[in-house]
Nanobody
Framework: QVQLIESGGGLVQAGGSLRLSCTTSGSSLHGYALAWFRRPPDQEREFVAAIGGNGISTVTDNSLRGRFIISRDDAKNTVYLQMNSLKAEDTAIFYC???????????????????WGQGTQVTVSS
């Protein structure tokens, strides 16, 4: 059974950067679309960014474009989220997710993903 493990969260000052990582135990991520979602305090889960199984197609939420960058390294079985110019409103639990099937599309819809990590807390102090 695939398990996704996020890391890299923590406390950072506004304007700083963090890089989140998500890797797996038990299976390969090769060919699967991967995504990051987040849940701010007392809010619903929201889409952050996704990358297709071919590593070419990416999509980032419009409000985060230019600050957040998703990438993957299939040799390391890892997906990354580089977060720059962090703001207090970026404070959230960040989750990585793996798509149900292998293809090249980068999906923004949560229902496309059937495996989720436990999440990593990101706190941005103002």
């Amino acid at each position: 059974q695939v398990q996704l493990i996020e890391s890299g969260g923590g406390l950072v000052q506004a304007g700083g950067s963090l890089r989140l990582s998500c890797t797996t135990s038990g299976s390969s991520l090769h060919g699967y679309a991967l995504a990051w979602f987040r849940r701010p305090p007392d809010q619903e889960r929201e889409f952050v960014a996704a990358i297709g199984g071919n590593g070419i197609s990416t999509v980032t939420d419009n409000s985060l474009r230019g600050r957040f960058i998703i990438s993957r390294d299939d040799a390391k079985n890892t997906v990354y989220l580089q977060m720059n110019s962090l703001k207090a409103e970026d404070t959230a639990i960040f989750y990585c997710a793996k798509a149900e099937s292998r293809d090249g599309f980068a999906y923004s819809q949560a229902f496309r993903y059937d495996t989720w990590g436990q999440g990593t807390q990101v706190t941005v102090s103002s």
